[in-house]
């Protein structure tokens, strides 16, 4: 792959993380990951908040995560992983 096409297809996954915050959906780091192999999120938080979008935050358990995962996609934690305890965060779009 070169330079360019890699390039290319980070930007394609960056705006499908916009797209999906833009449509009123909230998403942690974890579904950035397993949905759209975007590793750095915050960095296109950040971004966004630059570009003068108002993203608000909150925790919420990884369990929650995992379920909005599973509606697109098959992700099985651990048996012994406290997934209820566990906290990430999460960022939504403010109205």
């Known amino acids: 792959m070169t330079k360019q096409n890699h390039q290319t297809m980070k930007h394609g996954m960056t705006v499908a993380v916009r797209e999906h915050l833009a ?47 599973n509606e697109h996609a098959v992700l099985q934690p651990p048996a012994n992983l406290p997934v209820r305890d566990i906290q990430l965060t999460e960022y939504w779009i403010k109205p």
Request: avoid cysteine.
């Open 23 to 69: 449509a009123g959906q909230p998403i942690t780091r974890l579904e950035a990951l397993v949905l759209y192999g975007v590793s750095n999120l915050t960095d296109v938080i950040s971004e966004m908040r630059r570009q003068g979008w108002v993203i608000e935050s909150r925790w919420v358990p990884y369990a929650m995560a995992v379920r909005r995962i």
